[in-house]
């Protein structure tokens, strides 16, 4: 059974044309693992990574702004074509402003998840925010969209999903799955 979706959000949601995301707590469970070496690894969505790969199909862009750096994280984003990425980004409202000036869109058409009070700043001025179930209290209140799913459990998928639903492109990026 599919969620009822409200009109607003769905209007926003169809308008965009570049998603941006966080990283730890919402790519990641937000849990950071180092080896015995104190090599960092992470653990990244499947679901998560193939809607990243369907949106970007479908001619919505991805990003990544993150506080962190992270030598697995440029695996991941070279794994998933992404290209325009921040890390080491303290102040995510400067990257933000860099990514309109690199881009040339507006703000309306940027969507952004987040879960923690450093994405604050950023939620606050994109055309669509989102953040996932395990999100902080304080980015729940200020968000349009909050996930069903935890940070690294799909809710990236979930938002994918929402926004090729609402543009009218989820058939046609889904369909070579349904061929016989």
Request: glycine residues 10%.
């Amino acid at each position: 059974m599919e969620k009822k979706i409200d009109k607003v959000l769905l209007d926003k949601a169809k308008n965009i044309k570049l998603l941006l995301l966080d990283v730890d707590g919402v790519l990641t469970d937000g849990s950071i693992v180092y080896d015995d070496k104190g090599v960092e690894t992470k653990s990244f969505s499947v679901r998560d990574g193939h809607g990243i790969t369907m949106l970007q199909r479908s001619g919505v862009e991805c990003g990544i702004i993150t506080a962190r750096t992270s030598k697995v994280l440029l695996k991941r984003c070279d794994d998933l074509s992404i290209k325009l990425v921040y890390q080491g980004a303290k102040k995510k409202a400067e990257a933000f402003e860099d990514v309109l000036s690199k881009t040339g869109l507006n703000s309306s058409e940027i969507a952004y998840i987040g879960d923690d009070l450093v994405d604050l700043p950023v939620l606050r001025r994109v055309g669509l925010s989102a953040t996932v179930s395990d999100g902080v209290e304080e980015v729940k209140d200020e968000v349009d969209f909050i996930s069903s799913k935890q940070g690294g459990g799909g809710a990236v998928r979930e938002l994918v999903e929402l926004i090729l639903k609402s543009n009218g492109r989820w058939k046609e990026v889904t369909s070579r799955y349904y061929e016989g």
